[in-house]
Nanobody, 127 residues
Framework: QVQLVESGGGLVQDGGSLRLSCAASGRTFSHYGMGWFRQAPGKEREVVAAVNYNGGRTYYADSVKGRFIISRDNAKNTVYLQMNSLKPEDTAVYYC????????????????????WGQGTQVTVSS
């Protein structure tokens, strides 16, 4: 019904940058909010950033605020996560997710607010 494919992960040095992409299909992309989550070894999955359906509202976890930027290109059915000033503690598998409900002006950050998830892409930041 819906498919999300993340890409752009890899190995980067401390202080470097990466841009993650999440291509969506199977739904009307522009009608749904999107989110980025991550899970580090031995830790619970946590929200990183989220954007509402029209791109007008965003949310960032305190740990990444000022360093990461979430954006979406509805013409390309893609959401991005630009990650700057990366730190070793950013090392994790990053997942994109799509909201279960369409046309939400607000930004939702709970896992239960999202209906479908991508397979994840590994981000490793070396020290």
């Amino acid at each position: 019904q819906v498919q999300l494919v993340e890409s752009g992960g890899g190995l980067v040095q401390d202080g470097g940058s990466l841009r993650l992409s999440c291509a969506a299909s199977g739904r009307t992309f522009s009608h749904y909010g999107m989110g980025w989550f991550r899970q580090a070894p031995g830790k619970e999955r946590e929200v990183v950033a989220a954007v509402n359906y029209n791109g007008g509202r965003t949310y960032y976890a305190d740990s990444v605020k000022g360093r990461f930027i979430i954006s979406r290109d509805n013409a390309k059915n893609t959401v991005y996560l630009q990650m700057n000033s990366l730190k070793p503690e950013d090392t994790a598998v990053y997942y994109c997710a799509v909201r279960a409900v369409s046309y939400d002006y607000g930004v939702y950050i709970k896992e239960t607010d999202f209906g479908s998830w991508g397979q994840g892409t590994q981000v490793t930041v070396s020290s």
